[in-house]
């Protein structure tokens, strides 16, 4: 049975960090690429940031650039989104996809000013 729970998410302040967490099982985790979305209340879902396969090449969108990292331990099927300088506007709910397939339930995102 396929599984994907994102966690980590919670409220800080500006300024702030956190890192969440994308823990998969019940498919072939390390053959797919994974993306993080973003979905803010009253906002359509966006692209965050990608892990490719096999190379762990990534590519973010251009306001998550030099704030968030993505990265992937496949000895543990759980991808991670670093997030640091985090800003109001990055508040939403954060999903973790693996290769347009499987989306996990989300974590909410809230920063506050």
């Known amino acids: 049975q396929v599984h994907v729970v994102e966690s980590g998410g919670g409220l800080v302040q500006a300024g702030g960090s956190l890192r969440l967490s994308c823990a998969a099982s019940?498919?072939?985790?390390?053959?797919?690429?994974v993306s993080w979305y973003r979905q803010a209340p009253g906002k359509e879902r966006e692209l965050v940031a990608t892990?490719?396969?096999?190379?762990?090449?990534?590519r973010y969108a251009d306001s998550m650039k030099g704030r968030f990292t993505i990265s992937r331990d496949n000895t543990k099927n759980t991808v991670y989104l670093q997030m640091n300088s985090l800003k109001p506007e990055d508040t939403a709910v954060y999903y973790c996809?693996?290769?347009?397939?499987?989306w996990g339930q989300g974590t909410q995102v809230t920063i506050s000013s």
């Open positions: 996809n693996f290769g347009g397939r499987f």
């Open positions: 019940g498919f072939t985790y390390d053959a797919y690429t």
């Open positions: 892990i490719e396969i096999p190379d762990n090449s990534d």
